[in-house]
């Protein structure tokens, strides 16, 4: 009986892994892509991606959306209350950011 339980956990580690992996590839994606084109309708789709998807807790994912983050606060053509409803979004996703 322990070693089923045993096989069965690591053919849920290994899908959960691949769903991590699944996620990585779509994150740095989509961060590519509003990085490249950076408007009101691109940031709209970027928050509702952020929303839907499940951010894994890894550096290089957090540091992706930080970075983007950074990049679409800059610009000053994205409105204000759509940067702030990223920033909200990626604090309650568990992005922390250090001023």
Known sequence: MGK???VKRKIYFKIYKR?????IT???KNSM???????????IGYIKFINEIDI???NL???IIIETYKEIKKNINVK????????????????SFIY
């Open 4 to 6: 089923f339980n045993s």
């Open 19 to 23: 769903r991590e992996n699944t996620n």
């Open 26 to 28: 779509k994150i740095i």
């Open 33 to 43: 892509y509003v990085k490249q084109n950076i408007n009101n309708e691109s940031v």
């Open 56 to 58: 894994p807790s890894r």
């Open 61 to 63: 994912c957090k540091n």
């Open 80 to 95: 204000d209350s759509i940067k702030s409803d990223l920033r909200i979004l990626l604090e309650c996703k568990g992005v």
